[in-house]
Each structure stands twice: as C-alpha cells, then as structure tokens.
C-alpha cells in the first residue's frame, strides 16, 4: 500500500519570519519617510477596516496602491529580489529547521501568504521551495495598476487556494501559522502547528 503524499503548509509573516514583511518591504523600497507618509495617507482605510466597514481585502490593495501604483514591474521586481538578503536576517530558526526536517524527509514544502508573492518567491527559490500561494498584483502593459490579480491570501482564501491546487485530500496536510489569518488552515490540516511568539 502507497503511503499518502505529505505537504507541509507554512504561513510567512510572523512565522517563518519575525515581522509582517510587507511593512518592511516597503521601508526598504521607498524608506521610512515615505512609508509613514503612506500610512498617514492610508489610515482611513485602516480605520475603517478594523471598524468593519471594508474587508482586509479592500484596505490593504488600497494601501499598497499608494507605494506601488504605476510602477515598472520590472523595477519593483528588481527591489524584490534585493530584498531576499533582508529576509535571511528576520527569519525564525526555529521554523526553518521545521522547514528543512520537511524536506529531508522528501516533504512537499510550500509557503501559503498573504504579502505579496514578488517579495516572498525569490527567497523561497532560494530555499528549494517552488510553490509560493500569496496575494497576487495586477500588471498591464508592465505596470502594476494598484489593484490585486487575485483575493489577498488570508482567512479562508489560504484553505481555497490550497483546495484549488490540490482538488482531492487524498494527502496528509502539516500546517503552521502564528495569528488569525492562519485560523482556517490550521482546521483544516491534519497536523496543524500554532506558533505564539510575542
């Protein structure tokens, strides 16, 4: 008897790093300045996401709008994979030996997040992981547009996205998640692993 194929799901921010890289992303693409300026400029959208009145969806693509809208995306890849240095300084070594044993044990490794994937798939390439499940930016003509390609991988989208790869469970599901973004894909794993670090 075949034994079931294993995939090992990790959440990126907070988890397999220290801190929610998309803020961090941009104080490395546009400094500190301009990254307090952008949420100065988007603290309403802010606001009326905790006050429930958008979805994480909508303030989000309208903050990142404001950093990113117009932009070659070829240039903004570029910083994207300058970036992957700064990743390897914020990472939890703790999940990375997770992440490893996953892999020697032939394990198929893949990231599940709600940052955008330009950022997160250099680094993941470099670690021998070839499946990158994110948030994803529309482009036209080589400019990003400010709006999403796709829903922002978060909540229930994780589950979806993981549903719409592999239409059948007919596999054994390790998951790890630090927050309540991770909420579905934990219940929905077969070894889920909540990470509460302060």
């Known amino acids: 008897m075949l034994s079931k194929k294993v995939i090992a799901a990790f959440d990126f921010d907070g988890t397999l790093t ?43 693509e309208k903050l990142l709008a404001y950093f990113i809208k117009g932009k070659s995306i070829d240039d903004f890849s570029e910083k994207c994979k300058e970036y992957e240095s700064q990743i390897n300084k914020i990472c939890h070594q703790q999940t990375l030996d997770r992440l490893k044993w996953h892999q020697d044990q032939g394990h198929e490794v893949l990231i599940i997040s709600a940052s955008l994937d330009n950022w997160i798939k250099p680094w993941a390439e470099s670690k021998s992981i070839s499946t990158v499940l994110a948030t994803q930016i529309e482009v036209k003509d080589g400019v990003i547009t400010g709006r999403f390609s796709s829903r922002n991988c978060f909540g229930q989208e994780k589950v979806n996205r993981l549903k719409a790869l592999y239409p059948e469970k007919d596999y054994l599901l390790y998951a790890y998640g630090d927050s309540s973004g991770d909420k579905e894909l934990l219940e929905y794993a077969d070894f889920p692993t909540l990470y509460k670090r302060k």
């Open 18 to 60: 220290t801190k929610d890289t998309m803020f961090d992303f941009l104080k490395f693409y546009k400094g500190s300045f301009v990254l307090w300026l952008g949420l100065i400029t988007g603290s309403p959208y802010l606001m009326a996401y905790y006050l429930g009145l958008i979805t994480n969806h909508e303030a989000k």
